[in-house]
């Protein structure tokens, strides 16, 4: 089947620094991607949809210039968390969905990725 | 807009005891339905969907029907284990377009021998 490939599961950063979280489709194209935040015993907030080639999409409320996201091929999509605080510790997550034309196959999901920023 | 609504937990079973998690929906159209699983620590598994209304989605003795007029994807298992404990997370999509998915809140399921 289908798979997403997140990476790195675990990161620890300072405050003020910068994280990139990677997702990857391997087996295949990913035009959409979608990434999300997860609050310790919550659901997952959709903060964004990145698509190939475009400027990628923000949910109200989140913040373009501290969640940079790049699209920059049809199999990967990064999340760039920039200046990083302590309030931006959280599980991150992305998924894609496989074929917006052809037979609907559903979307597959990373294994996300637990930011500690300390 | 579209929504989905489910039962808060936590819930708490002895092993081989009878699941049912409500599921309800608010969307335009014909949504595809899905419930995913997210055990500790992990991202979320996809455990079952159904993509038109009368549908039955199963999966690992788990199931659940698209009931069009009730609006509704309960997701029930006859006997659950211990290692069904986790969280569950109904949610639905479009079937066109690149749309994302969109979640209920979780049910965080407990199961205890």
């Known amino acids: 089947g289908a798979v997403v490939s997140q990476h790195p599961s675990r990161v620890i950063c300072k405050s003020g620094t910068s994280v990139k979280i990677e997702c990857r489709s391997l087996d295949f194209q990913a035009t959409t991607m979608f990434w999300y935040r997860q609050f310790p015993k919550q659901s997952l907030m959709l903060m964004a949809t990145?698509?190939?080639?475009?400027?990628?999409?923000?949910e109200q409320g989140v913040e373009k210039d501290k969640f940079l996201i790049n699209h920059a091929s049809l199999t990967l999509s990064t999340l760039t968390v920039t200046s990083a605080h302590p309030e931006d510790s959280s599980f991150y997550i992305c998924?894609?969905?496989?074929?917006?034309?052809?037979?609907?196959?559903?979307?597959?999901f990373g294994s996300g990725t637990r930011l500690t920023v300390v | 807009g579209n929504s989905v609504t489910q039962m808060e937990g936590p819930v708490t079973l002895s092993e081989e005891a009878f699941l049912t998690i409500n599921c309800t929906y608010t969307a335009t159209g014909y949504p595809s339905l899905f419930w995913y699983v997210q055990y500790p620590g992990e991202g979320l598994q996809l455990l079952l969907k159904a993509t038109k209304a009368d549908d039955k989605g199963s999966n690992k003795g788990f199931e659940a029907t698209y009931r069009k007029e009730t609006t509704s994807f309960h997701l029930e298992k006859g006997s659950v284990q211990v290692s069904d404990s986790a969280v569950y997370f109904c949610?639905?999509?479009?079937?066109?377009?690149?749309?994302?998915?969109?979640f209920g809140k979780g049910t965080r399921l407990s199961v205890i021998a």
């Open positions: 949610a639905l999509s479009r079937n066109s377009g690149n749309t994302p998915l969109v």
């Open positions: 990145s698509n190939e080639g475009s400027k990628a999409t923000y």
């Open positions: 998924s894609a969905r496989q074929s917006a034309q052809g037979p609907f196959y559903g979307y597959t």
